[in-house]
């Protein structure tokens, strides 16, 4: 099971760190993902890390603004957000492969936890 949390209302500017806390105990041998879904869109890739850490991918539109880390003795992954803006207003859900290896690609990610809302205000 996954947990996300650290969601909130923030003001443009601002930053954020999403948590996502796994009850699993296979956690550390697996990539993990974040994706958000805003309003009447469909949900689209933001971040991935490998099994380890020492691997990381970010989308376009979240580039040099968001580090993703993992503490595998926590079982926790992170998603650090700087310099947010109203355009990254959506519900951000983490995920797990079963693969150790990151991908973007939503459909390969099989654990899903249940969001955590972040509103940007302008």
């Known amino acids: 099971q996954l947990q996300a949390s650290g969601g909130g209302l923030v003001q443009a500017g601002d930053s954020l760190r999403l948590s996502c806390a796994a009850s699993?105990?296979?956690?550390?041998?697996?990539?993990l993902g974040w994706f958000r879904q805003a309003p009447g869109k469909e949900r689209e890739f933001v971040a991935a890390?490998?099994?380890?850490?020492?691997?990381?991918y970010y989308a376009d539109s979240v580039k040099g603004r968001s580090t993703c880390s993992r503490d595998n003795a926590r079982n926790t992954v992170y998603l650090q957000m700087n310099s947010l803006k109203p355009e990254d207003t959506a519900v951000y859900y983490c995920?797990?492969?079963?693969?150790?290896?990151?991908?973007?690609?939503?459909?390969?990610?099989?654990?899903w936890g249940q969001g955590t809302l972040v509103t940007v205000s302008s």
């Open positions: 995920a797990s492969r079963v693969n150790s290896m990151l991908t973007t690609r939503l459909n390969e990610y099989i654990y």
């Open positions: 890390i490998n099994w380890s850490g020492t691997s990381t």
């Open positions: 699993r105990g296979s956690f550390s041998s697996y990539a």
